[in-house]
C-alpha cells in the first residue's frame, strides 16, 4: 500500500492566513470564553486581527501552570457514573460477520478491496463469523452484561446490489434475530446504517459517494430500514466516521474503494456523506420520530492534539487547525453553523464544495446527540492526520472538552473507544486494560468535573474482527478469536472481565485501601529523616581506606567537609564495625539495601548470588560481634535494610501475574530476609524456581549453599526489620532466558499510566505500603519494624505538593499498618534530608540547603505524631526523659570537664597534703633542734611531755 | 605560688584537651562512609576498548583530590573539579596497555625523556602508551614502558627532571564515570516526561518496561 497521497495532510496548506478575514465566531469568542482571554487576551486581539480564526475550543490549549500536580481534578477519580449511564459494546457488519457470499449476500467494495489491494490476506477464511454464529455473540454480550450493542448492518447483505428493491430475505432474517434476541435480553441495539462496506454495483455504477446520486440512494436503504426495524431501534447512526471513508478511500487510497490523490474527490465525498446523513436525519425527523421516538445521528471520529508549547499562540493555533480539519470537517456543518469550518473554505477554495444558503439550513442541526469517536484508526498510520509539527495525544477528557467548547455542549455518546494489541496476544490482553481504565477514568473525570454531557460509552470491540489495512495483525475484541477454528469459540480476554467489572460498579470503587484514620503513633516513636551519606565529594568512589586527610564537618553550616590541611593520619584497614560511636547509638543499620548491592555484581546470576551470600555472612559476623560484645553495655539493636517495594499483579485477572508479582517479593526481600528472620537458608521458592528454569535449559543460575554452621551464623541476626520503601510495582508473567538475576525472577513491570507519579516514574501508591507491612508481619512474625527510607522526587524547588501529598498519604497508611493491622511499627524515616546536584530531587532541602515547604509541612506530622483527631492529642511530655537521665547526661556532656575537674582536685590535694607534710616534718626537726639546744631540767621536762 | 600552680594546671588542661579531640576528632575522618561499592573493575568498563572516563589522582603521593587534565598548551595539571575540561579518552592499545587523550584539549598524555609528563598533539607509541596497572588499594598506576617510569603529578608547578628515577613515586588514580551535567539530565528528564506517543504500537504510552530493573533511589550511583 503506498501512502504517497498528493494530498499529504489536510491541514498542512492551512498555515496562511488572510487579513482581511471578518468572523462571527470569534465575536461569540469574546463573550463567552473565560479562561483564555484573561491568560493571553492581548496576543489573541492581535492575532484575530490577523488571522479571524475561530474556535472556542481553543481554551483547552491555555493550561493553567499553577495547577497543583496533586489536585483532585487531575488525579485518579474513584467514582461512579451518572445512574443509568449507557455501557455498551460496538461491532462493525464487515469486521465481524463473515459470509461474505452466502444467502444472498452481494459483494462490498471492502470485498473487491481485499482482492486487489490486499492480496496477501486470507480473507475468506478469516473472521469471526457473526453471520454463522449469532448465539456466541449474545452470550458474550450476556457476559460483559452490556446495556446496549451497537453493530452495524451490511448494506450490500439487504440489498446485493445496492438499490432498495427485493430484499435479501436471508439477510433481513439475521438482522431481526439479532433484534429480536436484544431485546429478550433487555440489550438496547445501536444501529449504525453505514459501516463503510458499500455495496460494490454502486461503486461500478455510479463512482461510489463521489456520485450526488448516493444521497438519495441512501436514504431509500435508510427509509427501508427504519420502516423494518424502526420498532426496536431508538438509536440509530447513519454513518461510521465520515471522515476515514473520505480521506482514506478517495484520498491515500488505504481504504476501499482505494482511490488517491484526488483531494477535490476526497471533499466531494466528504460533502456528499453530510448531505446523505442529513437526508436520512429529515427523513427520520419527518416521517419516523413521530412514533418510533428514536434518535439519530452520525458518528465522527477524531485524534486529539497538544501543542509543543502552551504558551505559544501559533503552536496553539495549529492544533486548532488540526482538529478542525479531521472533525471541524464534518462537525461544523452538523453540529454547528452548517457550513465548512472558515479557515477549510478559505484554503481549500474551490475545492472545497460549497453549500448554499437552503442547504445550509437543511445540514445544520441534523444530530441529536454528539457520537464520537476516538480510536486507533485516526491515530495510525501518521498521514491519517493533520500534524502541523505538535503532538499527538490519547486525552480523551481534553477532546471532551473541546467538542463542549466549540459545538455548545452535546450530549455525547462514545460510540467508539478502545486501543488495540498485536495479533499474537491472546487473552491476556494486559495492556489493554490499561489503556481502557486510562480512557474511562477521563471520561468519568469529563463528566464530574467538566460537566460534560456524556451518556453512554462503546468499547470497541466486542470481537476480534477484520482490522481494515491492518486485516488481521492487529486484534480489538474483548473477546479472543481464533480466526483458524472451526467454531471461532469467544473467549472472554482480561479487558472483558475488566470492562464487566466497570460496568457492574459503575465505575471505579478504591478497593486498596480503607478510610483514612483519626489516630496517632506513640510518644516513643522514632520519627526520622534519612540522609544517605557524608562525603567529601559526590562521588561513587571516595578513597575511604586510602584519605590520610583530616576533615571536618559542617563547620560553617555548609554541611559540606572541609580538610584539615597539615595533618595526615594513618590510614586505616578495610573494618568499619567497631562501634565506635555505639553509646550514642541504639539503632545499626550494617548495610544499606544489600539486594540492591548485590545487583552490582551482574556479570551472571552466580556473581549476584555470591555476592549476597557474602553480604549476609559479613552481616550475620557484625550481628555477632555487636552481640558478644557491645549489646550488653551499649544496650542497641543491629539489623540490615531492605529495599522492599511492594508488588501487585499487572493483571490481576490472570494466575500468572499473581504468581509472578509473589515470586518477585521472594526474589527481592525473601532472599535476605528468609535466611535472617526465619530459616537461615534461602527461600524455597527461590530455590525452586531457579531449578525449575535450570531443566528448561533458561538458565544455570544456583543459589549458594548454606553450610549448618553458616546457617546457624546468619539465622536470627536481625533485631528488627528495617525497610527502605518507595513505591509499588505492577508485575507481570514474562519468561526471560539468560543466566542473571533480573532474568531469573521471569518477571516484567507495567507503569500504570493512570496512577500519579513522579518525574522519575516512581508511582505513588500509599496502600502499597500497608501490604508491604502486613506481608512482612505474615511471613516474619511479629517484629520490630522500621521503615527506614520512604520518600519521593518532586521537581519543585520551593512548595513541594506532590511530596507533601507523598508523605502524607504513605504516613497515613503506615498508621493504618500500625493501628488496625497491629504492625510493630517503631520508626519512620523521611527520605531525605538533602538533595545532590544533577540528581532526581528527593530533599526535603535543596542542593544547597534551602528548605521547601515539605520541611514545615513534616515537622507538624511529627508534633502531632500523626493525625490526631481533636480530642485524642498525644501528650508526650519531655519530662520523663529529662529527670531520668539529667545527672546522666550532665555527665556525659561535662565528662572532660569531671575529668579535668577530678586531676586537678587531686593534683591539688596531693601538692597540699605534701606541703603539708613537708611543712610539719620541718617544724618537728626544728623543735627537735630547739630541744637539743635547751638543755633540760626535771622542771621543764614535765611541761614538754 | 598559687597562681602559677592554676596557671600550670589550665596548661595541662589544654594539652590534655588537643588531645582528646584529636582522638575524638580523628573517626569524623576516618569513619567508614556507607557509599556505594562500586564492585568489581568490571563495573567500569574494562571490557571496552575505549572509555571516556575522568582520572582522579588519589594520592598519597604528590597532588591528590583532584582530576587530571591536560591543557591546550600542553601542561598537564590537576583539576579541582570534575568537569567536561578534565574529560579523558582512554583507548586500548595493545595487552594492558594504553593511551590517554583530553577529549578538549585533544592532546595525548605522553612522557619526555626525563620521566616529566606533558601533553602532544601527535601520539606516538612509546611516549604516549602506558601500561595500566591495578594497585592492590584498587587504584591504578599508569607506567611508561620505555621510560620505565610511572605517571606522577607533583606540586603545582611543572615537575622538574628527577636526577634520581627510582624515587620517583607514583599517582594513584582512580578512572571515574563522566557525570551527566544538570542540565543533561533535566533535559534527559523532561524529555523522559512528555515522551512522544507511540501510536503505531499496542502501548503507546511505553507502560511494559522490558529491561526490568529495580532501582532504589537510597541506591543511586
Known amino acids: 500500500m503506498q501512502a504517497s497521497c498528493a494530498a499529504g495532510s489536510p491541514g498542512n496548506e492551512w498555515i496562511f492566513f488572510s487579513a482581511d478575514e471578518r468572523n462571527t465566531r470569534s465575536r461569540k469568542t469574546m463573550s463567552n470564553g473565560a479562561l483564555l482571554r484573561c491568560v493571553v487576551l492581548s496576543t489573541f486581539i492581535l492575532l484575530r486581527a490577523v488571522t479571524g480564526f475561530s474556535g472556542d ?57 481485499i482482492q486487489t489491494h490486499l492480496r496477501n490476506v486470507n480473507s475468506m477464511g478469516g473472521s469471526s463469523d457473526s453471520y454463522l454464529f449469532l448465539e456466541k455473540d449474545l452470550s458474550a454480550l450476556d457476559f460483559i452484561g452490556v446495556s446496549f450493542y451497537q453493530f452495524s448492518i451490511s448494506w450490500p447483505r439487504l440489498f446485493p446490489d445496492g438499490i432498495v428493491t427485493v430484499v435479501n430475505a436471508k439477510g433481513l432474517q439475521y438482522y431481526n434475530v439479532l433484534l ?16 463503510w462496506d458499500l455495496p460494490l454495483a454502486l461503486q461500478e ?40 471513508v473520505a480521506w482514506h478511500g478517495y484520498g491515500t487510497g488505504m481504504h476501499a474503494p482505494g482511490e488517491k490523490g484526488n483531494l477535490a474527490a476526497v471533499y466531494t465525498v466528504g460533502h456528499n456523506l453530510i448531505k446523505a446523513h442529513s437526508k436520512v436525519w429529515h427523513t427520520y425527523n419527518r416521517d419516523f420520530r413521530p412514533h418510533q421516538k428514536g434518535w439519530l445521528s452520525i458518528t465522527l471520529g477524531s485524534h486529539w ?24 470537517w464534518f462537525a461544523n456543518p452538523i453540529h454547528g453553523d452548517g457550513d465548512y469550518p472558515e479557515v477549510m473554505k478559505k484554503k481549500l477554495l474551490s475545492i472545497l464544495p460549497p453549500f448554499s444558503e437552503a442547504e445550509k439550513e437543511e445540514v445544520r442541526g441534523t444530530a441529536d446527540f454528539f457520537a464520537f469517536s476516538f ?31 466549540e459545538y455548545d455542549d452535546p450530549r455525547i455518546l462514545i460510540a467508539e473507544n478502545g486501543w488495540f494489541t498485536d495479533s499474537y496476544v491472546k487473552t491476556e490482553d494486559t495492556t489493554a486494560i490499561y489503556m481502557m481504565k486510562n480512557f474511562l477514568n477521563q471520561v468519568l473525570q469529563a463528566i464530574k468535573f467538566d460537566e460534560i454531557g456524556v451518556f453512554g460509552y462503546s468499547a470497541w470491540s466486542l470481537l476480534d474482527g477484520f482490522e481494515w489495512q491492518e486485516a488481521y495483525t492487529t486484534r480489538r475484541g474483548l473477546f479472543y478469536v481464533d480466526f483458524n477454528s472451526e467454531q471461532k469459540e469467544r473467549k472472554p480476554k482480561s479487558s472483558a472481565h475488566y470492562y464487566k467489572q466497570i460496568i457492574k460498579e459503575n465505575g471505579f470503587t478504591l478497593k486498596e485501601s480503607t478510610p483514612d484514620l483519626q489516630g496517632h503513633f506513640p510518644c516513643d516513636f522514632a520519627w526520622g529523616v534519612t540522609e544517605s551519606v557524608l562525603k567529601p565529594e559526590f562521588m561513587a568512589s571516595s578513597p575511604q581506606f586510602t584519605d590520610p586527610h583530616l576533615y571536618v564537618w559542617n563547620a560553617t553550616g555548609n554541611r559540606l567537609l572541609h580538610r584539615v590541611e597539615g595533618i595526615r593520619l594513618k590510614t586505616r584497614p578495610a573494618q568499619c564495625t567497631d562501634f565506635e560511636l555505639g553509646d550514642l547509638v ?56 531492605l529495599h522492599s517495594d511492594w508488588a501487585e499483579p499487572a493483571n ?61 551464623l546468619v539465622k536470627g541476626t536481625a533485631d528488627f526489620y528495617a525497610l527502605n520503601h518507595f513505591t509499588t510495582r505492577f508485575v507481570m508473567h514474562e519468561q526471560l532466558s539468560g543466566s542473571r538475576y533480573d532474568a531469573d525472577r521471569d518477571v516484567q513491570f507495567l507503569q500504570d499510566i493512570t496512577r500519579l507519579s513522579s518525574p522519575s516514574r516512581l508511582a505513588v501508591m500509599p496502600w502499597g505500603a500497608r501490604k508491604m507491612l502486613g506481608w512482612i508481619r505474615r511471613n516474619y512474625g511479629d517484629l520490630d519494624v522500621y521503615i527506614t527510607a520512604n520518600g519521593i522526587d518532586d521537581q519543585a524547588l520551593e512548595n513541594d505538593r506532590l511530596r507533601k501529598y507523598y508523605l502524607e498519604k504513605y504516613v497515613q497508611e503506615t498508621l493504618k499498618a500500625y493501628l488496625i493491622d497491629k504492625v510493630k511499627i517503631r520508626g519512620y524515616y523521611a527520605f531525605k534530608l538533602t538533595e545532590e546536584k544533577s540528581k532526581p530531587r528527593f530533599g526535603f532541602f535543596t542542593s544547597d540547603f534551602k528548605a521547601k515547604s515539605s520541611v514545615q509541612f513534616y515537622n507538624q506530622l511529627i508534633s502531632s505524631g500523626g493525625f490526631p483527631s481533636e480530642s485524642s492529642k498525644p501528650t508526650c511530655s519531655q519530662t520523663l526523659r529529662s529527670t531520668e537521665c539529667t545527672i546522666c547526661s550532665l555527665l556525659l556532656q561535662k565528662k572532660p570537664l569531671i575529668f579535668f575537674g577530678c586531676c586537678f582536685v587531686s593534683t591539688v590535694v596531693l601538692l597540699i597534703s605534701i606541703t603539708m607534710f613537708r611543712r610539719r616534718k620541718r617544724r618537728k626537726f626544728w623543735k627537735a633542734k630547739n630541744l637539743q639546744n635547751i638543755p633540760l631540767k626535771k622542771g621543764h621536762s614535765r611541761v614538754l611531755s | 605560688m598559687w597562681r602559677a ?19 575524638s576528632g580523628r573517626p569524623l575522618a576516618r569513619r567508614p562512609r556507607a557509599l556505594s561499592d562500586q564492585g568489581p573493575h568490571l563495573h567500569y568498563g574494562w571490557d571496552q576498548p575505549i572509555r571516556l572516563r575522568h582520572l582522579y589522582a588519589a594520592g598519597p603521593y604528590g597532588v591528590s583530590n583532584c582530576f587530571l587534565r591536560i591543557r591546550s598548551d600542553g601542561a598537564v595539571d590537576c583539576e579541582e573539579g570534575q568537569s567536561q575540561r578534565s574529560l579523558l579518552e582512554i583507548r586500548a592499545v595493545a595487552l594492558e596497555t594504553v593511551a590517554i587523550k583530553d577529549v578538549s584539549s585533544v592532546r595525548y598524555l605522553c612522557m619526555s625523556e626525563d620521566g616529566k609528563i606533558q601533553g602532544l598533539v601527535r601520539y606516538s607509541e612509546e611516549d604516549c602508551a602506558f601500561k595500566e596497572e591495578i594497585n592492590y588499594s584498587g587504584y591504578n598506576v599508569y607506567r611508561s614502558s620505555k621510560h620505565h617510569l610511572p605517571v606522577a603529578l607533583s606540586g603545582a608547578k611543572p615537575r622538574q627532571q628527577f636526577t634520581n628515577k627510582s624515587l620517583l613515586r607514583p599517582s594513584y588514580f582512580l578512572p571515574m564515570l563522566p557525570q551527566t551535567s544538570e542540565e543533561t539530565r533535566e533535559q534527559l528528564e523532561s524529555e523522559m516526561l512528555s515522551l512522544p506517543l507511540e501510536t503505531d504500537s499496542m502501548d503507546p504510552f511505553r507502560m511494559v518496561d522490558d529491561v526490568g530493573l529495580v532501582k532504589s533511589p537510597s541506591f543511586q550511583k
Open chain 1, 57 to 113: 475550543g481553543r481554551a483547552i490549549w491555555a493550561k493553567n501552570p499553577h495547577l497543583s500536580p496533586v489536585n483532585a481534578s487531575q488525579l485518579f477519580l474513584y467514582d461512579t457514573f451518572p445512574k443509568n449511564f449507557f455501557w455498551g459494546v460496538g461491532t462493525g457488519a464487515f469486521q465481524v460477520e463473515g459470509s461474505w457470499k452466502t444467502d444472498g449476500k452481494g459483494p462490498s467494495i471492502w470485498d473487491h478491496f
Open chain 1, 180 to 195: 429480536d434476541a436484544l431485546a429478550l435480553r433487555n440489550i438496547e441495539p445501536v444501529v449504525t446504517l453505514y459501516h
Open chain 1, 205 to 244: 455504477k455510479y463512482g461510489g459517494w463521489k456520485n450526488a446520486t448516493m444521497v438519495d440512494i441512501f436514504n431509500d436503504y435508510a427509509t427501508y430500514c427504519f420502516q423494518t426495524f424502526g420498532d426496536r431501534v431508538k438509536y440509530w447512526i447513519t454513518i461510521h466516521n465520515p471522515y476515514l
Open chain 1, 305 to 328: 492534539i497538544e501543542p509543543n508549547r502552551s504558551e505559544n499562540m501559533m503552536d496553539v493555533i495549529k492544533c486548532q487547525q488540526s482538529m478542525v480539519s479531521v472533525l471541524g
Open chain 1, 375 to 405: 480510536g486507533p484508526n485516526n491515530f495510525k498510520p501518521l498521514n491519517t492526520m493533520a500534524k502541523m509539527g505538535q503532538n499527538v495525544s490519547l486525552n480523551l477528557r481534553q477532546v471532551l472538552n473541546w467538542i463542549k467548547l
Open chain 1, 586 to 641: 541504639k539503632l545499626w543499620v550494617t548495610i544499606n539495601e544489600p539486594n540492591r548491592l548485590s545487583d552490582i555484581y551482574n556479570r551472571t546470576s552466580n556473581d549476584t548470588y555470591q555476592a549476597a551470600h557474602n553480604l549476609l555472612i559479613a552481616h550475620a559476623r557484625v550481628w555477632h560481634l555487636y552481640d558478644r560484645q557491645y549489646r550488653l553495655t551499649q544496650r542497641g539493636a543491629v539489623s540490615l535494610s
Open chain 1, 652 to 712: 490481576p485477572y490472570v494466575d500468572s501475574h499473581w504468581k509472578a508479582a509473589e515470586r518477585f517479593l521472594q526474589f527481592e526481600i525473601a532472599w535476605f530476609a528468609d535466611p535472617l528472620f526465619k530459616t537461615g537458608d534461602y527461600p524455597l521458592a527461590m530455590k525452586e524456581h531457579l531449578a525449575s528454569r535450570n531443566l528448561r535449559g533458561l538458565s544455570t543460575s544456583v543459589l549458594p549453599r548454606f553450610s549448618p554452621e553458616e546457617s546457624r
Open chain 2, 5 to 23: 600552680r592554676r596557671g600550670c594546671a589550665v596548661a595541662r588542661a589544654l594539652v590534655l584537651a588537643t588531645l582528646w579531640l584529636a582522638v
